[in-house]
């Protein structure tokens, strides 16, 4: 039945020959002792992990779920062991400051170690899929015994950490949050409120957590300006018990493992973390490392799907198809693999899988350049580009995970329907991630009103020069680069038209969002395919391997190119008029 194996054979010819990351480790600060080799070792590691401890708590952990009495929540039999194991692992640690008890290595590591995470379970991947946020907030926030006392547990997982933001009455509007934090005479502060969808807000995995809670202060602006962060943890440095109660869980479509928590401040003791009145810009730390999180959840999604789906397909014989592949058997009946409509199913997902893990590992090594690269001027274009990226992510890869499990769950027919199958628990739990962290429509107002816009955009055009470099040696090139530059056209003009009608960027944003990630992945297709081609050529290595990618970025080409055409016209169509729904 459904089972999990980590494509640590894609994953290197990702890391290794597209991004050429092993090349450039050497010259970034920190990674000078970091070869191809150490790096297999981690994935491998990381791989025997989730395929062997984590993947065979997922189904079981669905159907148990968690369990909540008088504000404690137990997890699912095998979550606590296997998290146990997680944290004597080090992964934790994994991309943090040795300093700070971390390894140092690179978050393109730590990238694809979440994708194998959440494509074995991604309902328990939620209880540390925060950590490293909150590791980022204390390492830039925290200081004095704060930072000596919770700074540690952190980073290496011994404490879990929650991201409390959201009320019931404000949602994704964070200015309209109501809870309160007075100061004490001993420099705390006495939290009140409550917050909703907080996703690990209790568990029985680690012996405290560590809240980190959006409060106001007394004197407070109103909105977004006037809103300040907090630690503020289950068990106080005392021994004793806090006033922050897990008050219920939710019932939910999916992610049943996952405790996703009602949580009330009583005047529970917290710490201020940061400047009064500048916690959103600390938990941005918190929220832009989640969002890249979530677009691995998509990652995993997509490929725990594609990988099932193959196996399902050449397995299930059922009628007799049109032709067959030379040499196959004749029978009564065909594996549905062979049918021309399971094949451009499977052609799909195999193909959006693998350019997706392109665009995440782009990502990723982007922040590792922003951080390690000796060149301040290649500092800041990574930087620029990770900005840019991050929404497009979340956004795209979610839809992706999401709706590619939807279409893969007809693969196995009625079969797909049934728990014990696996497929109609990914697509549950996969729905989720374009919710998370700011919807998807969010997202693509941030990539289009806030980032692509303001500077008329010159970052967005530079990132997709950058595309159209990764393009070089691609059979097909010049059509990739033929859709970077349509993309650069419909901005410019949304950019000029959005001066008589201030409503139009919002309006386009999602399909402009979209079409960025299929233009990518375009081009994603063209470097993997170049590389491929240069291998052939050479002679190196398994020949079978190279001409699969060669013949998946052939697929883009002729069966998914018309998927930016659709958005791009999606966005002209934007200029049309949006009525106001009657009310009854």
């Not at 146990?84 to 008890?101: I, K, N, Q, S, T």
């Not at 202060?217 to 977004?224: H, W």
């Not at 996952?258 to 009330?264: F, L, R």
């Amino acid at each position: 039945m459904w089972q999990y194996t980590p494509p640590l054979r894609d994953m290197r010819f990702v890391i290794d020959e597209v991004l050429q990351a092993p090349a450039a480790w050497p010259a970034m600060q920190g990674f000078e002792e970091l070869d191809a080799d150490m790096a297999a070792q981690v994935l491998e590691e990381a791989g025997r992990f989730a395929s062997e401890i984590l993947a065979p708590t997922n189904g079981p952990g669905d159907l148990e779920g968690c369990s909540w009495q008088d504000g404690e929540v137990t997890t699912p039999a095998g979550y606590k062991a296997a998290y146990r194991a997680f944290v004597d692992g080090g992964w934790p640690a994994l991309a943090c400051d040795p300093e700070c008890g971390g390894q140092g290595l690179p978050e393109l590591l730590n990238a694809a170690l979440f994708e194998m995470l959440v494509g074995a379970n991604h309902a328990w991947t939620m209880y540390p899929g925060l950590l490293h946020g909150a590791y980022e907030v204390l390492h830039q926030h925290a200081s004095g015994w704060l930072r000596d006392t919770y700074l540690p547990k952190v980073t290496s997982g011994e404490w879990l950490s929650t991201m409390c933001l959201t009320e019931s009455h404000a949602g994704s509007d964070l200015g309209l949050l109501r809870t309160r934090a007075v100061p004490n005479a001993n420099g705390s502060y006495s939290i009140t409120g409550n917050k909703i969808f907080i996703s690990g807000g209790d568990q029985d995995m680690t012996p405290n957590i560590v809240h980190l809670v959006l409060a106001r202060l007394p004197d407070a602006p109103p909105g977004t300006k006037g809103i300040s962060l907090f630690l503020c943890p289950k068990w106080l440095p005392d021994g004793t018990r806090n006033a922050a109660r897990c008050d219920s869980i939710e019932k939910k479509m999916g992610l049943k493992g996952s405790a996703t928590s009602v949580m009330s401040f009583d005047g529970a003791t917290g710490w201020l973390l940061g400047e009064p009145h500048r916690g959103l810009q600390a938990m941005f730390l918190m929220m832009n490392a989640a969002r890249l999180h979530v677009a691995m959840q998509g990652m995993g999604h997509l490929e725990a799907a594609t990988q099932n789906a193959l196996a399902y397909a050449a397995e299930r014989v059922q009628s007799r198809a049109p032709t067959r592949p030379d040499g196959a058997a004749k029978g009564p009946a065909d594996p549905i693999a062979y049918h021309p409509s399971m094949r451009r199913q499977l052609w799909t997902l195999q193909a959006r899988t693998e350019a997706a893990r392109v665009l995440c590992y782009w990502t990723a090594q982007a922040l590792d350049e922003q951080a390690r690269h000796p060149d301040a001027v290649v500092r800041a274009a990574a930087g620029d580009r990770a900005t840019l990226l991050t929404p497009v992510l979340k956004a795209f890869l979610t839809d992706l995970g999401h709706y590619g499990a939807d279409r893969a769950l007809g693969i196995w027919g009625g079969h797909g329907y049934i728990h014990e199958y696996g497929i109609e628990q990914l697509v549950r739990d996969s729905r989720i991630a374009l919710i998370y962290e700011g919807t998807n429509e969010i997202q693509a107002i941030d990539l289009v009103v806030r980032k692509i816009l303001p500077d008329g955009g010159v970052k967005f055009g530079a990132l997709l020069d950058w595309a159209s470099a990764q393009c070089e040696g691609g059979a097909q090139a010049q059509a990739a680069r033929a859709g970077l530059q349509a993309l650069r056209e419909a901005v410019a003009a949304l950019q000029a038209d959005a001066a008589a009608d201030a409503e139009l960027p919002f309006r386009a944003a999602d399909d402009l969002l979209f079409a960025v990630g299929e233009a990518l992945l375009a081009c994603a297709w063209e470097r993997a395919d170049a590389v491929a081609a240069q291998r052939l050529a050479a002679g190196q290595g398994d020949a079978v391997f190279y001409q699969r990618k060669r013949q998946l970025a052939q697929y883009q080409r002729d069966w998914l190119s018309g998927e930016l055409i659709q958005r791009l016209v999606a966005v002209r169509a934007a200029r049309a008029e949006l009525p106001f729904i009657p009310t009854v």
